[in-house]
C-alpha cells in the first residue's frame, strides 16, 4: 500500500506560479513511476506529467508542456509539479497517483494508487 499526500493547491492569478507536493508514505523512486492528473468540473480526470522510476524520465500533456515541470526528490519521497504562467483553464482538482507498471503511462488506469487531491483555482 502506498498512501499519497497533495498540498499546495491554491488561488492564483493568471500568469502565476504554483508548486504542488506529493508526499507518499514509502519509498518510490525505484518502485513506482509517479504522475499527476488533474478534473475540472464538469470533465473527465485528465493526464498532466509523469515521472520514470529510476531514471526519472518524463512525459507531459501537450497543454502542459513547457509551462510544467514534474521532479522527485528521492530522499523525501516526494514529487513535484512545478506550473508556471498558470492559466484560467488549468483551474481543476489535481491529484498525484502510482503506478507499478514498468513504463510511464497517460492512463489513469495504469496507476494503482491516487491521493485526494488539492485544488488549483486560476483567476483571470
Known amino acids: 500500500q502506498v498512501q499519497l499526500v497533495e498540498s499546495g493547491g491554491g488561488l492564483v492569478q493568471a500568469g502565476g506560479s504554483l508548486t504542488l507536493s506529493c508526499a507518499a508514505s514509502i519509498r518510490t523512486d525505484r518502485l513506482y513511476n509517479m504522475g499527476w492528473f488533474r478534473q475540472a468540473p464538469g470533465n473527465e480526470r485528465e493526464f498532466v506529467a509523469a515521472i520514470s522510476r529510476g531514471s526519472g524520465s518524463t512525459s507531459y500533456a501537450d497543454s502542459v508542456k513547457g509551462r510544467f515541470t514534474i521532479s522527485r526528490d528521492n530522499a523525501k519521497n516526494t514529487v513535484y509539479l512545478q506550473m508556471n504562467s498558470l492559466k484560467p483553464e488549468d483551474t481543476a482538482v489535481y491529484y498525484c497517483?502510482?503506478?507499478?507498471?514498468?513504463?510511464?503511462?497517460?492512463?489513469?488506469?495504469?496507476?494503482?494508487?491516487w491521493g485526494q487531491g488539492t485544488q488549483v483555482t486560476v483567476s483571470s
Open positions: 497517483a502510482a503506478s507499478s507498471r514498468v513504463r510511464i503511462g497517460v492512463s489513469q488506469g495504469l496507476y494503482d494508487y
